[in-house]
């Protein structure tokens, strides 16, 4: 159970869900879902002065969403793509 609040006037919506079931929720609520519900993992790392330190060394997804109606514009372009530009030629 979670509840959701995208903007400062919204109203709080409550959702319950269970694994492995099929819900049907609203877009915004499915990237929180993907994006935010998150764990750290850490890892020792040495500072510059030789000093141990604590630090997140992934965050380990919690639960994902996968639509099964459409895609989303921003998961079709990978994070390393390169955009090309076409120009016309001259004739």
């Known amino acids: ?14 959702y319950e869900l269970v694994d492995g079931q099929v819900y049907t929720i609203p877009l915004g609520v499915a990237k929180h879902l993907t994006q935010d519900i998150w764990y750290p993992e850490h890892e020792n790392v ?14 380990v997804r919690r639960c994902s969403f996968e639509s099964m109606e459409f895609m989303d514009i921003e998961e079709l372009t990978p994070d390393n793509s390169r955009i090309e530009i076409a120009e016309p030629m001259g004739m």
């Open 1 to 14: 159970m979670f509840v959701f609040k995208k903007y400062k006037g919204d109203p709080l919506q409550r």
């Open 46 to 59: 040495v500072d510059d002065q030789g000093k141990v330190i604590a630090r997140v060394g992934r965050k």
